[in-house]
């Protein structure tokens, strides 16, 4: 019903600056390029955000159009890739809750990080040799993202880490 | 797009607005604590980057730290930003109107004036060369309407129009107009520029190329130097904008600066874009333009025309986003409930079905310790559908065990429970839908004088309509008498019904069997019933005699009669271990859930736990016991299973017939004449001959819950 009432004052809008715009050339003139193709894009944020109760990094995340309005998260699941939603729905540890994001104070997703701890131990148990500090920090978030990257088929460039 | 040869008009692509949920957040929370009808124009920071993706352009995006800080503490100051290298700082300003139509009253090319004027003046008093992000200012000017969340807003990002327009004289790809060498000692410049925390978010530099074909990036200011040392030189600036034939908007003022200021007519210009975090000279341009203003037009007291409102898919109308899902608290409430149940289900319980829960209706007769511990559990698990039943008013000790209550609905009297219980449970969750009835149920053993003989039968009509229009009745009333009509009505409609009931340190949770007149649905094999097969003739079948479960008058041998009146303060008014009613409420519910999941629902057989059974069972949700009775001294509780009695004073088919047949007589009689029903159910009889025995009967029975009578 709201949508509408938006459309009503577009409406209204429309007659009036159309009117205000012949008098006025306030918004377009020759140098202004005018596009007629308006593709709706999706963005979606990701953020690594660390845990003190779970002393884990956690990722949350959240999607939006390009007007800014929230998308839920079942139409986030639908744009998933085909093997992303797989990891989704068998995984034990991949759930996903809506929480306040920690910093920015409003509701995001966040891929729940009660498991974590558990999968990470298992990443580094064959790791005997005792490389430094900045090393082990890497290899563990480029272990913990390439595990949680499945669930969204994010992929890893080799790059970013030289 | 038709490629913009020599001659033609340079065309810009106009910059996109990008606005963060945080934002609107943020202004609602500003206007809501800090600014109130106050309609003074905002200062605002917009923010912007070098476009990162060959088919997206970025945008120019506001966040919530693009709005004066909303703590009591700080004032409203402008904010204070350091960029870095994915947010280039735009200075802008927003008006805010109190209404729509003060919205549609702004007089925006008044407004879009004042801004360019701004960077009019900036340009010619040498700020822009200086701090040169004030090159690109950012209007905004919007309506919040606060109870629907809908906010209206319109962006400009305005733009000083060159008159005439500027020609352009070439344009192409960066990687097509440098050598080789120099493209790569560009590159590397660039992407010091970026990477030091000084310069990453100065949008407008200077790319001076020697004859070694060795590049170097330099600040606005440094011009001079450059010109003087005769190299080749391009005007630089971060282009959001990805489109191969167009340069980005920012160049319409840096265009202007460059003529205003230093009466370039030929300006080489590069259009300065990325691919993950590094220069991309195949996505950024470079091209030539050519500036013939018209005598003038340089001039400091001459402001240019200004350009810039921001188009809505194609037409010259404001924007409008709703927020409510993400804004509103009661969304926000339902939404996050949802989702915890749904969890429940991916996590644990597959076969949850949340959408009997949701479209359940239970009636609660009774918001005293139990009703209070059983809406609240109710809710616990999705439904939203409750209505409680109490004549009560909320005392001074009931806040401590009822759960619901406060010390306000205490006072001047204390308020209806059913109404004060109803305001909490919308406390709790707004979205649940409560009602609450201010009525007292009639029972057996209170005698009705002629008087109120009327008003007594249209609570019984009033309760009988609840019962019909409700799903699952809960009985949570503090006696037993109070329980009989429920019952009686509860086993004529055949619905779901739980009673709990409190002894001092005992407690009883079972659920009723169906009623004496159903078609019993053709269960398993083994009841062996031979009736099951001619479904049709079961309407008015008595099923007593197949066992159906028990209600919870079946095991008594007595009417419930009046046991309030002839006793000591305690017994009167039911205290109870205040652990009991949260245990029993909760297994109450427990136990609805149960019975919800089962395939035969009100007619599901009834189980026993033993220690056997272990972890396996049948139904996820575990076994469906009748009963449940527990005692805290021995911290036990077991699961008892009674069949209905054919003496039933409540359930049995002759009292429910009699019912049918006779309707409110038939109840007025039960509650005036103490010994009726034991008559009609022939109680009276089976009294007498046991009596003939000679054995002791306790006249207290109905005190007692704590011990299985058999009969």
């Known amino acids: 019903m709201q949508k509408e009432d938006i459309d009503q004052i577009s409406q209204i809008d429309t007659r009036e600056e159309e009117t205000c715009c012949s008098r006025n050339e306030d918004v377009l003139d020759d140098a202004t390029l005018v596009q007629s193709n308006h593709h709706e894009l999706h963005y979606c944020d990701f953020h690594i955000v660390y845990s003190s109760t779970f002393r884990v990094p956690v990722l949350y995340f959240r999607a939006y159009c390009s007007d800014g309005r929230p998308l839920p998260l079942d139409e986030i699941e639908k744009e998933l890739p085909a093997c992303a939603s797989k990891e989704l729905s068998k995984k034990k540890w991949t759930f996903i809750t809506q929480e306040e994001h920690p910093y920015l104070k409003r509701p995001w997703y966040k891929l729940h990080p009660c498991g974590t701890a558990e999968w990470m131990k298992l990443l580094f148990l064959s790791d005997t040799a005792n490389p430094k500090f900045e090393v082990v920090l890497e290899l563990y978030l480029l272990s913990w993202f390439s595990v949680v990257g499945q669930v969204f088929g994010l992929r890893f460039y080799f790059k970013i880490s030289n | ?711």
């Not at chain 2, 971060?238 to 370039?264: K, V």
């Not at chain 2, 013939?292 to 898919?313: D, I, M, Y």
């Not at chain 2, 103490?674 to 109680?683: A, F, I, K, N, S």
Request: charged fraction near 20%; include cysteine; aromatic fraction near 8%.
């Open chain 2, 1 to 711: 797009m038709a490629k913009q040869g020599s001659g033609s008009i340079l065309q810009f692509a106009p910059l996109q607005s990008s606005v963060d949920e945080g934002f609107w957040h943020r202004l609602s929370s500003l206007k809501l604590n800090k600014f109130g009808i106050d309609d003074s124009p905002i200062p605002i920071s917009g923010f912007y980057a070098p476009c990162s993706h060959p088919q997206v352009s970025n945008h120019l995006t506001l966040l919530a730290e693009s709005l004066p800080s909303d703590s009591n503490d700080e004032s409203t100051m402008p904010p204070v930003i350091r960029g870095n290298r994915n947010r280039c700082s735009v200075p802008g300003i927003l008006y805010n109107t109190n209404t729509m139509e003060g919205f549609h009253a702004l007089y925006k090319q008044g407004l879009l004036k004042a801004e360019a004027m701004k960077i009019w003046e900036d340009i010619h008093s040498g700020k822009a060369v200086e701090d040169c992000a004030v090159l690109s200012r950012v209007l905004l000017i919007s309506f919040a309407d606060l109870k629907k969340w809908n906010f209206h807003y319109w962006f400009a990002f305005p733009a000083l129009a060159l008159d005439p327009s500027a020609t352009l004289v070439d344009l192409r790809p960066a990687s097509q107009w440098f050598t080789l060498e120099e493209a790569e000692s560009v590159s590397a410049a660039c992407n010091e520029w970026r990477n030091s925390s000084v310069t990453a978010d100065v949008p407008f530099f200077l790319v001076s190329i020697d004859s070694d074909s060795h590049a170097a990036v330099k600040h606005l200011k440094d011009l001079e130097a450059c010109q003087r040392d005769g190299q080749k030189l391009l005007f630089a600036f971060y282009d959001p904008c990805h489109l191969p034939n167009n340069p980005g908007w920012p160049l319409r003022n840096f265009l202007a600066l460059i003529s205003a200021r230093w009466n370039l007519k030929t300006v080489r210009f590069l259009c300065y874009r990325e691919n993950r975090g590094f220069a991309d000279l195949n996505l950024s341009l470079v091209g030539e333009a050519l500036i013939t203003v018209q005598q003038g037009w340089r001039e400091q007291q001459c402001v240019p025309n200004a350009v810039g409102w921001e188009l809505n898919k194609g037409r010259k109308v404001p924007r409008c986003i709703n927020l409510a899902k993400s804004m509103d608290p009661t969304r926000l409430a339902i939404s996050a409930a949802d989702l915890n149940l749904k969890l429940m289900r991916w996590r644990a319980l597959p076969s949850l079905n949340l959408e009997i829960l949701f479209s359940l209706k239970c009636l609660l007769l009774g918001a005293g310790t139990l009703g209070c511990q059983v809406a609240r559990m109710l809710m616990a698990w999705g439904v939203r559908k409750i209505t409680l039943l109490d004549n009560g008013r909320v005392a001074m000790s009931n806040p401590l065990r009822q759960s619901l209550y406060t010390l306000d609905d205490c006072l001047n009297g204390g308020d209806f429970k059913a109404t004060a219980a109803v305001r909490s449970l919308q406390r709790i969750f707004p979205a649940v839908e409560a009602e609450g009835i201010v009525m007292a149920i009639p029972m057996p053993g209170h005698p009705v004088s002629s008087q109120e003989e009327k008003s007594v039968l249209e609570d019984c009509k009033q309760l009988n309509d609840l019962i019909d229009s409700h799903d699952v009745i809960f009985l949570l009333t503090d006696t037993r008498e109070s329980r009989w009509l429920p019952t009686l009505l509860c086993a004529n409609s055949n619905k779901i019904t739980i009673t709990a009931a409190l002894g001092f340190d005992s407690f009883l949770v079972m659920r009723h069997g169906p009623g004496p007149f159903n078609s019993i649905p053709n269960l398993k094999a083994e009841t062996e019933n031979s009736l099951a097969a001619g479904m049709d003739n079961l309407a008015l079948t008595n099923t007593d005699g197949q066992h159906r479960l028990g209600c919870y008058f079946c095991n008594d041998v007595v009417a419930p009669t009046d046991s309030t009146s002839n006793r000591t303060l305690d017994q009167q008014c039911t205290v109870t271990r205040p652990g009991l009613a949260p245990i029993a409420s909760a297994l109450a519910v427990e136990l609805l859930v149960g019975i919800l999941h089962h395939p035969n629902g009100i007619f599901a057989e009834a189980e026993i736990a033993n220690s056997s059974s272990g972890g396996n069972f049948e139904l996820p949700l575990g076994i469906l016991p009748h009963q449940i009775r527990g005692s805290l001294p021995h911290f036990q509780q077991m699961t008892l299973l009674g069949h209905s009695s054919n003496s039933c004073t409540a359930c049995c088919s002759t009292v429910v017939s009699e019912y049918r047949k006779r309707g409110m007589q038939f109840i007025l009689q039960a509650i005036n004449h103490p010994t009726y029903l034991e008559d009609v159910t022939g109680l009276t009889e089976l009294m007498r001959s046991a009596n003939s025995f000679q054995l002791d009967w306790d006249d207290d029975i109905e005190v007692a819950d704590d011990e299985c009578v058999e009969l």
